[in-house]
Nanobody, 123 residues
C-alpha cells in the first residue's frame, strides 16, 4: 500500500504563491516509475486533476492552471511538488496527490488518499 502525505497549504491573498509537497512511501513502491498527479476538491465539487508528471518528466495541466502552476518531482526523495503562482480565489480547495500506473489511469490512482492540504485564496 502506498501512503501519501501532503503539506504546504495555507491562506494566501489573490496573486500570491504557495509550494505544495507530497511525500510518498510504502512497501515495494518504486516511486520513480509511476505517474504522479496533484488533484483538488473544492466544497460541493468533484475531485479534479490539476497537474500530472510522468516518470520521464512530461507534464500536463488542467486548462484552469496552465501558466500558473508547475509540477515537479524528486525521485531521490520520493516527493512531488506543486508550485502555485498567481493564485486566484477559485483555486481554493483541498489539494491531494496520488500515483497511477499510467497517464491514462490518472483518474484511477492506486495510492491511499491522504488528508490533503487546504489552500485558501482570499483577501
Amino acid at each position: 500500500q502506498v501512503q501519501l502525505v501532503e503539506s504546504g497549504g495555507g491562506l494566501v491573498q489573490p496573486g500570491g504563491s504557495l509550494r505544495l509537497s507530497c511525500a510518498a512511501s510504502g512497501t515495494i513502491f518504486s516511486f520513480s516509475i509511476y505517474v504522479m498527479s496533484w488533484y483538488r476538491q473544492a466544497p460541493g465539487k468533484q475531485r479534479e486533476v490539476v497537474a500530472t508528471i510522468t516518470s520521464g518528466g512530461s507534464t500536463n495541466y488542467a486548462d484552469s492552471v496552465k501558466g500558473r502552476f508547475t509540477i515537479s518531482r524528486d525521485n531521490a526523495k520520493n516527493t512531488v511538488y506543486l508550485q502555485m503562482n498567481n493564485l486566484k480565489p477559485e483555486d481554493t480547495a483541498v489539494y491531494y496527490c496520488n500515483a497511477a500506473r499510467s497517464r491514462a489511469a490518472t483518474m484511477d490512482p492506486f495510492g491511499s488518499w491522504g488528508q490533503g492540504t487546504q489552500v485558501t485564496v482570499s483577501s
